[in-house]
């Protein structure tokens, strides 16, 4: 809005809706009486997003269509620049669009389950085009490795095998939309059968390594030298696990909350936590807490969706994954 004169902005808004409709691959567009939405697929498309066009309220006057929201499709990122999807053409670049408007409760809640479905539909188009693993004809392979502890031998038994893993299509959305952000959030926490698995394994293998000593260990020697926290600290370094901060933070929430475990807060010093809730926590809290939008399950169905790209200062959208329901794998 800076340096833009109150008089430009009916132009300014305009010339976004007429943008979209032009380059935009899918167009969502709301009826002015928000009871009804149309759904459209550009033939010759330069921008690779789903827009959101329909009426608002702002700037003190009715607005009959303008741009409400973004959703990019594998590399593209909302509301951005971008050189579009001909490039040989020599066409021009498309301009950034201003992010002036945003959806209503009541807009989101008509057209978020159209959305989230058009999304997983996506997915599934582009990932069954995917080649497979070696190992086998209808998965993608990768090596892994898995570890038990038995209490009676204090031993940590490793065993190396294949898994099948989680390989899905990539989207992006800003954060200034903050419902469509939410809902992700809380698809990821409450939704993804794979991630819960995944991170249950983890809090029970860091609460039996570490309860050993919970009798044991005399302070002879300092914590971090045990054998113990060694290997919660290599099973908190996994790669997966480094990209997404916020899980991290979540399995040491477990370990206090859940398992009362008494080393928590050493297991909290490995990563420098400060005790502060994630960003991604806070909004899954209010995904299914806001009296606007209840029911965040109505709106994603049973969507299979992991957050790649979290909530970043340098960064004003997030990344998330959409994989097929068959994978029976944890991430990697």
């Known amino acids: 809005m800076r340096g833009i004169s109150p008089k430009k902005i009916p132009e300014f808004a305009a010339k976004d809706v007429e943008l979209v409709e032009k380059e ?4 969502f567009e709301i009826s002015p009486d928000e009871t009804r939405i149309e759904m459209r ?9 789903m827009a959101i066009i329909g009426p608002s309220y702002k700037f003190g006057r009715n607005w009959e269509k303008v741009l409400l929201a973004e959703i990019g499709i594998s590399r593209s990122r909302p509301y951005h620049g971008a050189r579009g999807l001909d490039v040989k053409s020599k066409q021009p670049i498309i301009l950034r669009r201003r992010k002036w408007f945003s959806l209503s409760a009541s807009q989101y809640q008509l057209i978020a389950p159209l959305v989230f479905k058009k ?10 085009l ?15 490795q898995w570890h038990r502890w038995i209490r009676s031998q204090k031993a940590l038994i490793t065993k ?16 200034k939309d903050e419902y469509f ?3 992700i959030c809380w698809a990821e926490s409450n939704l993804n059968r794979h991630l819960k698995n995944f991170l249950k394994g983890l809090v029970n293998f860091i609460d039996l390594r570490l309860n050993w000593y919970k009798f044991s260990y005399k302070g002879r020697k ?13 099973r908190l370094g996994q790669p997966f696990l480094l990209r997404n901060r916020h899980l991290l933070v979540e399995v040491i929430c477990r370990l206090k909350r859940e398992k009362r475990n008494c080393f928590w807060y050493q297991v909290a010093e490995m990563i420098t936590w400060d005790g502060k809730e994630s960003e991604e926590s806070r909004l899954t809290s209010l995904a299914s ?9 109505s709106r994603l169905g049973s969507i299979q969706l992991r957050i790649t790209t979290g909530i970043d200062k340098k960064k004003d959208y997030i990344v998330f994954e959409v994989f097929l329901d068959k994978n029976k794998a944890l991430p990697s």
């Open 41 to 49: 697929e550009n033939p010759n498309p330069r921008l690779n997003v």
């Open 24 to 27: 935009a691959r899918f167009i």
């Open 181 to 183: 952000v939410r809902d």
């Open 222 to 234: 300092p914590i971090q030298g045990l054998k113990g926290i060694r290997e919660v600290r290599e």
């Open 160 to 175: 190396n095998g294949y898994i099948e893993a989680i390989r899905g299509a990539r989207f992006t959305v800003s954060l």
């Open 130 to 144: 995917w080649e497979k693993g070696p190992l086998s004809n209808d998965a993608f392979v990768v090596r892994a």
């Open 119 to 128: 999304i997983e539909g996506l997915a599934y188009q582009r990932i069954s």
């Open 289 to 297: 807490s806001c009296l606007d939008l209840p029911r965040p399950r």
